[in-house]
């Protein structure tokens, strides 16, 4: 949340508004929020079955970016298939520019807290 709500409703909002990706005059922030929540659960609760060894940051990202190319299909493509967005390639740009460093970050933030797990443990 801490990147999606300036990316999407500070420094972008007129240019996703003129493309027509928005569809709402008043974005629902808790249902943001509850997307977010989920992603980051499933990815945390999934992320031990896939590390196994090396760098829990640097692998960390890796699965992040993985599974954000599953949640990118629904907030790029998906998105772009339901509703009138025009340009559709500046659209997917930005779309996949913020779930690049959202998933970098998260997964960052996931290999540090897995990290320190395995160090105490």
Do not use: C
């Not at 999407?8 to 003129?18: P, S």
């Not at 990706?21 to 977010?36: K, V």
């Not at 520019?97 to 443990?121: E, H, R, S």
């Amino acid at each position: 949340m801490a990147v999606a709500y300036p990316w999407h409703m500070m420094w972008f909002h007129d240019l996703y508004g003129e493309m027509g990706a928005y569809t709402r005059t008043e974005p629902s922030i808790p249902l943001g929020m509850l997307s977010m929540l989920v992603q980051g659960v499933v990815i945390a609760y999934l992320y031990p079955y896939y590390y196994k060894s090396g760098n829990p940051i640097l692998q960390g990202i890796k699965f992040s970016l993985i599974l954000g190319t599953v949640v990118y299909s629904v907030m790029g493509f998906a998105m772009a298939a339901k509703i009138d967005i025009n340009p559709i390639s500046s659209y997917l740009v930005y779309s996949a520019v913020f779930q690049l460093v959202q998933f970098i970050l998260t997964g960052a933030a996931l290999g540090l807290i897995y990290g320190k797990v395995n160090q105490v443990a």
